[in-house]
């Protein structure tokens, strides 16, 4: 089965992929086939030439890539676990992302399929601020969509005190794909076509969970986000807009944004324009924009697509890191960087409001 993590050759890594006819299942497939260093074990799914899903767990590989519901997700994750202990698992359904049972069930309106995972922490898998943590990890919460575009700004801005904690306001919108396959009427063409509406506003959105626990974690405050996602009339991508409160000029947030992802191949900070749906569509990039608005008051755009940065990219970044890969291995987008230069930061320290932070490593 496989090979030894980081080797060299012609050996590739095994990957069975669970969830593989799901908008998001499908793109890990489609990512895994342009993989210089992994390929497809099996997949399962509905439909002709799919394993049924326990089937798959009689599956061996040297990695699972989960695109299963939340409520199931984990509970294979758990068989897996137990069955290949040697194998990376990444789940990317929401039932990992949250530390504790209770937060889980706040969020998800039900008991935690599988909380004896979470006793000994799960590496959330944002990958620019977890990098260390996921690095060698055998199980990966991918993170979820929404939570990828707010968190990639904000952590850093509220990690150097650049901004107001108590007054962070996003404005989200996401392509349809983001909703899955599953057949509903309001995501029915002539529903969906030439309208757009709000849903799940305010706080109410599951990814508001796990935006605040990683905000907390990596910075140490509490923060209560008011969160408003809307659905697009398009297939894919994600615009965050940011209203946040804060003393600084937009240009010193900027700067401190390139400075946090310096060495961070799909994040970019943008100069003087927002970003573009059409820019990020199909890649594994993150741009990020900071502009002025009211005194006192700066507007930060955060685009992504949902199928690949928001979710099987990410799942992706999240395995080679695991297994000591090359970070941007099989992924489209992102752009060159020294060599190895995460490695050597991820042990630094902050150095202050204004200085360069470790990229990965634990707060």
Excluded at 122 to 142: D, M, W
Excluded at 320 to 348: D, I, S
């Amino acid at each position: 089965m496989g090979h030894e993590a980081g080797a060299t050759g012609d050996a590739t890594v095994s990957v069975g992929v669970f969830g593989a006819t799901g908008y998001a299942g499908r793109e890990v497939v489609r990512l895994l086939r342009e993989h210089p260093h992994a390929h497809v074990a099996f997949t399962t799914g509905s439909g002709s030439g799919h394993l049924a899903h326990e089937a798959g767990l009689e599956q061996p590989a040297d990695a699972f890539l989960l695109a299963l519901p939340h409520g199931v997700s984990a509970s294979y994750a758990a068989k897996l676990r137990a069955a290949y202990p040697a194998a990376v698992v990444i789940d990317l359904s929401g039932d990992l992302r949250l530390p504790t049972n209770e937060s889980y069930k706040h969020w998800y309106g039900h008991d935690h399929p599988a909380p004896e995972l979470l006793e000994h922490g799960v590496p959330y898998g944002l990958c620019e601020v977890y990098r260390a943590r996921i690095a060698g990890a055998k199980l990966v919460a991918n993170p979820g969509c929404y939570a990828t575009a707010v968190l990639l700004p904000l952590v850093p801005l509220l990690r150097e005190r650049l901004i107001d904690p108590d007054d962070v306001v996003v404005d989200a919108k996401s392509g349809a794909t983001g909703a899955g396959r599953t057949l509903r009427e309001d995501l029915l063409f002539c529903e969906l076509s030439d309208d757009f509406w709000a849903y799940s506003p305010g706080r109410s959105h599951r990814h508001v969970g796990e935006m605040e626990a990683v905000l907390h974690e990596r910075t140490g405050r509490d923060v209560a986000l008011t969160f408003c996602p809307h659905l697009l009339p398009i297939k894919r991508g994600i615009l965050a807009s940011l209203y946040l409160r804060t003393p600084h000029a937009p240009e010193e947030l900027a700067a401190a944004l390139r400075a946090f992802y310096e060495d961070a191949p799909f994040v970019h900070v943008e100069h003087g324009r927002p970003p573009r749906l059409s820019e990020v569509q199909h890649t594994n990039d993150c741009r990020i924009s900071v502009h002025a608005a009211a005194p006192g008051r700066v507007v930060v755009f955060s685009a992504l697509d949902n199928l690949v940065k928001g979710a099987a990219g990410q799942a992706l970044q999240n395995l080679n890191l695991a297994l000591g890969m090359g970070e941007r291995a099989g992924l489209p987008g992102g752009r060159e960087r020294e060599p190895h230069a995460h490695v050597k930061r991820a042990h630094a320290q902050p150095r202050g409001r204004h200085g360069k932070h470790e990229v990965g490593g634990s707060a």
